[in-house]
């Protein structure tokens, strides 16, 4: 593994586990878990809010599931 790949994007400490967690949509790459717990799970869940409420709470995309 490279740096890029053993330290985590958002805080640059090093990774946790060998593979790290997927940093999108904050940033492109891995970061380590307490990132991912503080930041992009937070993020991504507000953005799944956004998401639904722009739908009039349709909740369209289990229509899209099935």
Same mark, same amino acid.
């Given at each position: 593994?490279? =740096?890029?790949?053993? +330290? /985590?994007? $958002? /805080?640059?400490?090093?990774?946790?586990?060998?593979?790290? +967690?997927?940093?999108?949509?904050?940033?492109?790459?891995?970061? /380590?878990?307490? /990132?991912?717990?503080?930041?992009?799970?937070?993020?991504?869940? =507000?953005? $799944?809010?956004?998401?639904?409420?722009?739908?009039?709470?349709? =909740?369209?995309? =289990?229509? #899209?599931? #099935?």
């Amino acid at each position: 593994m490279s =740096k890029e790949e053993t +330290h /985590c994007c $958002l /805080c640059n400490g090093i990774l946790d586990d060998p593979y790290g +967690h997927n940093a999108e949509p904050i940033m492109t790459g891995r970061c /380590c878990s307490i /990132c991912n717990m503080s930041a992009v799970i937070p993020i991504r869940l =507000k953005l $799944l809010q956004i998401s639904l409420d722009k739908d009039g709470g349709n =909740k369209s995309w =289990k229509k #899209k599931i #099935k």
